[in-house]
């Protein structure tokens, strides 16, 4: 749950003021929340990546202070105070010295980490790639690997989901989005770099510093430098086949220029495409991983999925075509980000001092919105801790907007949602008509690591006639 330490630094950003808002609590009042140990406070806790950590805290009330690493850390529970703070008041809450840390570790310069006008005018620059014509276009590839990677397993074969996800998902993110085909070699340092990340920014390990040469920060720092190698091969290889007609987000990022001519620097490109392999392939991993999970040990959803995928696709392949009437395949898919979401918590920093809730909270404050447990709130959702995906169908939306927000929301919204959606419907349709799993990991405990990690999810094959 928590990163330290820096490969590169960035200056901080921004400073403003905001009116802030006005709840039952006068402003000034104290936050309430537990008193922790002496000056650790609650670091211990925190750095336990128990995800039911963020649980307990709840019990303070919808806006909760501790103290955690030597910073003020405000927990968020209201779906109210998530959106005020997202989207109504995005412009007075910035990333902040939390996630520039790790920011600094992996791609200072890459999307999910930059701040004001380098932000935003690379976002600009790269929406291009995320149209829905674009995204649309992917369908047939996401299809065809999922596919491949089903044919990879044998019947009665044990698998593990969450490596083979993994391995899929980068195969798709690759071939779509950077017209590139990555061999099993190249195709391991990312993964590989992934678990390194994993390892190296959650639990104790992420409060030592990078000189110490623990085995965690010597692997750490061997994988990140093959995975750097990785990257300049292929930006190389991409601008000498400068005019080979490649259209993708690997060509925009090299071609595309500013609005005052310039183009983006050698050590952006490095950063965004870091940031769009891990970003874009380890979330959509985790997705569909709890998802079919989920279905696995559902046998009436499972039935009701079978008959959908029968009616709607009979023998042929699904399509992007067939996404608006595989309808449970989608609701599924909800439902496992909400049971399950990959980001289970979004960071951000008041730019000044600010209210939230009614609370009085310092500008230099950390404030966690709690997406794992609003998902899992009963004020919100009935059974809460239930898969049903079928209360996505059933028109109940009766609840506050943000009581579910898997992909964030406002100006930073997630850049890949459309992609990451229908690929995960397309993903678990493919693999779904294709066969049956039968639970080898009865239960789940993930960790609260840079995403909500399942660990390993072994499951059995049965393959399914058509
Ligand atoms: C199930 C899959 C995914 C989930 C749950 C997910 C979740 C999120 C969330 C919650 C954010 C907002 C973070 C914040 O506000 O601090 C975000 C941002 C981002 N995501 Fe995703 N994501 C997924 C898939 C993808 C894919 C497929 C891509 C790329 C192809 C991607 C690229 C990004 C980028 C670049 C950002 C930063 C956007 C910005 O700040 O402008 N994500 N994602």
Redesign the pocket.
Known sequence: MSQSTQRRSETADSAASNDGDTREHPAGEQLPGPDGLPVLGETLSFLSADIEYGTELQSYGDVVGFEALGRQFVAVYDPEVVQEI?VERDDEFC?GEF?RQLGDLLAPD?????EGEQ?AR??RL?QPA?TPGRIRSFGDTMVARAAATVDGWDDGAVVDLRSECSRL?LDI?TRT?LDLELDGERGRVVREVVDAIGDRTSGFASVLPDWLPTPTNRRFERRMNAMDDLLETLVAARRTANGDGHDD?LSTMLDAEYPDGSTMSAETVRDQLF??LF???E??A??LTYALWLVAGDETVRADLDAELDSVCGASDPGFGDIPALELTGAVVDEA?RLY???YA???EPVGETTLGGYTVPDDSTVMLA?YQIHRDERWWDAPAEFRPRRWLAGDDDRPEYAY?????????????R???M??QLALATVLQRVRFERVTETLTPDAKTTLDSGPVEMRVERRDR
Not at 110 to 114: H, N, R, S, Y
Request: charged letters at 15%; aromatic letters at 16%.
């Open positions: 997202l990333k996630e890459g999307l999910v980490f930059t932000w690379d976002r790269l995320f998902t993110l989005l987000l940031t769009f970003a874009g392939h979330t959509t985790l997705g980000l979401p990959p980001a979004i960071y951000r997406a927000f898997p992909f964030g929301g406002g100006p930073r919204h997630c850049i890949g949602m992609f990451a959606r690929e995960l």
